[in-house]
């Protein structure tokens, strides 16, 4: 049974850092690619980060150099470490992995006050 737990989220101040992990079970985690996406309210579910299992890293412009992805593959955990959070990064983040479907985790809350 594939899990996908994610932890970190919480209330920051604005210019303030956060880091989400993300803890998969029930997959061969070093040979899946791992992403964050994130959902504002009212918004489509949008892609924040990706790395692939040799590590090779991608971002969406919003958060280039402020956002970094990574992995723990004798973990089985992919974290995303937030710098300088805006207001506008306030959403709901989801650890996601792909096999023959899509797996998502249960989303934890960023939320940055102004």
């Known amino acids: 049974q594939v899990q996908l737990v994610e932890s970190g989220g919480g209330l920051v101040q604005a210019g303030g850092s956060l880091r989400l992990s993300c803890a998969a079970s029930?997959?061969?985690?070093?040979?899946?690619?791992m992403r964050w996406y994130r959902q504002a309210p009212g918004k489509q579910r949008d892609l924040v980060a990706s790395i692939t299992t040799i590590g090779l890293t991608n971002y969406a412009d919003s958060v280039k150099g402020r956002f970094t992805i990574s992995r723990d593959n004798a973990k089985n955990t992919v974290y995303l470490q937030m710098n300088s959070l805006k207001p506008e990064d306030t959403a709901v983040y989801y650890c996601?992995?792909?096999?023959?479907?899509?797996?998502w985790g249960q989303g934890t809350q960023v939320t940055v006050s102004s």
């Open positions: 996601n992995t792909q096999t023959f479907r899509d797996y």
């Open positions: 029930g997959i061969s985690f070093s040979r899946l690619s």
